[in-house]
């Protein structure tokens, strides 16, 4: 049996107390909006409101242990209130009018199971939302109560298997963070005081490719790089774009081994280590490639050095602000960079291989467990339904 959500949930919208009047904010209340979506569940707000702000408003507060959905922005998200707290017009709270005929943890599965067509509902030119029809209009599967609740629990474990391993990966970040520091000090001040050279005496820097529409006639179309494939310590793959590169464009934008792709423009010196992730790949115009002087820098470290730099503020004062910050390459090569002694960066190399390795092993398990997640979140909101009324 399908009912659809409007019969099921009273739907209860919210508000923004005046800006302009102080009485209104800074009170006991926490006030959600769009930018709270961090997780499934909403335990602390940005912004706080006055019971003043509440009454002359139209904000709402919503009792704990409620569903709350975006309809403008963040379309698809959903998120579990933790404690009492008011909304924005931005955000719908999910009355469920009958807990005997459904329940919220089974209601919260199905709305993240059709997060992507949520998301796919929504209409603007700049800013996308849907409207309440779009809610009301979702037809949801409703086994027997006790079914809902053996679906809900089985995903739950699904997920918190999912959770672990992202925290795995989270702590295991930390702990090579912290090992850096205390094998090299910080590389702003360094206090361990290293030898100093110019990153443009130990490493080979070169800029990608810049793109032009003559680069796009398809003529020897290869795989590049840009900023958005860069990640701290990673790469995404997954939308790679082509251009063409020439006999000697290939030998002079080539990527090798342990080079390592620094972003010059947007987050500057964010960076990563290639390692031959695929093959016949390039880069462009807005990433450097580095390749460390191997009798005297690992490529490890130089990665851990620039992320160092970008965090603690290393970085600022090589930043051109011409219409957004940028990494010359003259500024890039006179970096000044600690030199500790190499055997000492090869010990920290073995350290973050092994990192690697077990963040591989993770990624691979979260992956594969999204997977699984999804895969028995939609049988268990369409087949495994369907199979159940036609044993009933």
């Given at each position: 049996?399908?009912?659809?959500?409007?019969?099921?949930?009273?739907i209860?919208?919210?508000?923004t107390?005046?800006?302009d009047?102080?009485e209104f904010w800074g009170?006991?209340?926490?006030?959600?909006?769009?930018k709270?979506?961090?997780?499934?569940e909403?335990h602390t707000?940005a912004?706080?409101?006055?019971?003043?702000g509440?009454k002359?408003?139209?904000?709402?507060?919503i009792?704990?242990?409620n569903?709350?959905v975006?309809t403008?922005?963040?379309?698809?998200?959903v998120?579990?209130?933790k404690?009492d707290?008011?909304?924005?017009q931005?955000?719908k709270a999910?009355?469920v009018?009958?807990?005997?005929e459904?329940?919220k943890p089974?209601?919260?599965?199905f709305?993240?199971?059709?997060?992507?067509f949520i998301?796919?509902?929504?209409?603007g030119?700049?800013?996308?939302?849907?409207t309440l029809d779009?809610?009301?209009?979702?037809e949801?599967p409703?086994?027997p109560?006790?079914e809902q609740?053996?679906?809900?629990?089985?995903l739950?474990?699904a997920d918190?298997i999912?959770?672990?391993?992202?925290?795995?990966?989270?702590?295991?970040?930390?702990?090579l963070r912290?090992v850096?520091?205390?094998?090299f000090g910080?590389?702003?001040?360094?206090?361990k005081?290293w030898?100093v050279k110019?990153?443009?005496?130990?490493v080979e820097?070169?800029?990608?490719k810049?793109?032009?529409?003559?680069a796009?006639?398809?003529?020897?179309?290869k795989?590049?790089?840009?900023n958005?494939?860069?990640?701290?310590?990673?790469?995404?793959?997954n939308d790679?774009?082509?251009m063409?590169?020439?006999?000697d464009e290939?030998?002079?934008?080539n990527?090798?081994?342990g080079?390592?792709?620094?972003?010059e423009?947007?987050e500057v010196?964010r960076?990563a280590i290639w390692?031959d992730?695929?093959n016949?790949?390039?880069?462009?115009k807005?990433l450097?490639?580095?390749r460390?002087n191997?009798?005297?820098l690992t490529s490890e470290?130089?990665q851990?050095y620039?992320f160092?730099m970008?965090?603690?503020g290393?970085l600022?004062?090589s930043v051109s602000?011409v219409t957004?910050s940028?990494?010359?390459?003259e500024?890039l090569k006179?970096?000044?960079i600690p030199?500790?002694?190499?055997?000492r960066q090869?010990?920290f190399s073995y350290?973050?291989?092994k990192?690697e390795r077990?963040?591989?092993?993770?990624?691979t398990?979260?992956?594969?467990?999204s997977?699984?997640?999804?895969?028995i979140?939609?049988?268990?909101?369409?087949?495994?339904l369907d199979?159940?009324?036609q044993s009933?």
């Amino acid at each position: 049996m399908k009912k659809q959500l409007g019969e099921l949930v009273e739907i209860v919208g919210g508000g923004t107390p005046s800006k302009d009047n102080p009485e209104f904010w800074g009170g006991t209340i926490p006030w959600a909006s769009v930018k709270d979506f961090k997780s499934s569940e909403l335990h602390t707000t940005a912004d706080y409101i006055t019971d003043v702000g509440v009454k002359k408003s139209a904000t709402n507060v919503i009792p704990a242990g409620n569903i709350i959905v975006p309809t403008r922005m963040a379309l698809g998200k959903v998120a579990v209130n933790k404690v009492d707290m008011a909304i924005n017009q931005d955000l719908k709270a999910l009355i469920v009018k009958d807990e005997s005929e459904l329940s919220k943890p089974y209601l919260l599965r199905f709305l993240e199971s059709k997060s992507e067509f949520i998301g796919k509902q929504g209409k603007g030119a700049t800013v996308k939302g849907i409207t309440l029809d779009v809610l009301r209009g979702l037809e949801i599967p409703l086994p027997p109560l006790t079914e809902q609740k053996r679906i809900a629990a089985t995903l739950d474990k699904a997920d918190a298997i999912r959770r672990k391993r992202q925290q795995a990966i989270q702590l295991a970040d930390e702990f090579l963070r912290a090992v850096f520091l205390h094998m090299f000090g910080d590389p702003v001040t360094n206090p361990k005081g290293w030898e100093v050279k110019r990153l443009g005496e130990v490493v080979e820097s070169q800029l990608g490719k810049m793109l032009s529409q003559k680069a796009k006639e398809g003529r020897s179309p290869k795989k590049y790089l840009r900023n958005a494939n860069v990640r701290w310590r990673s790469f995404d793959l997954n939308d790679l774009l082509e251009m063409d590169f020439n006999t000697d464009e290939v030998k002079k934008f080539n990527l090798k081994n342990g080079d390592l792709l620094v972003c010059e423009g947007g987050e500057v010196g964010r960076c990563a280590i290639w390692r031959d992730n695929i093959n016949d790949c390039y880069f462009q115009k807005a990433l450097h490639r580095i390749r460390p002087n191997s009798k005297v820098l690992t490529s490890e470290y130089v990665q851990e050095y620039f992320f160092w730099m970008a965090r603690l503020g290393g970085l600022s004062d090589s930043v051109s602000e011409v219409t957004f910050s940028h990494l010359t390459a003259e500024k890039l090569k006179s970096l000044k960079i600690p030199m500790p002694p190499l055997d000492r960066q090869l010990k920290f190399s073995y350290i973050y291989q092994k990192y690697e390795r077990l963040c591989e092993r993770n990624f691979t398990s979260i992956s594969m467990g999204s997977d699984s997640f999804e895969s028995i979140s939609q049988k268990a909101f369409s087949h495994a339904l369907d199979d159940w009324d036609q044993s009933h």
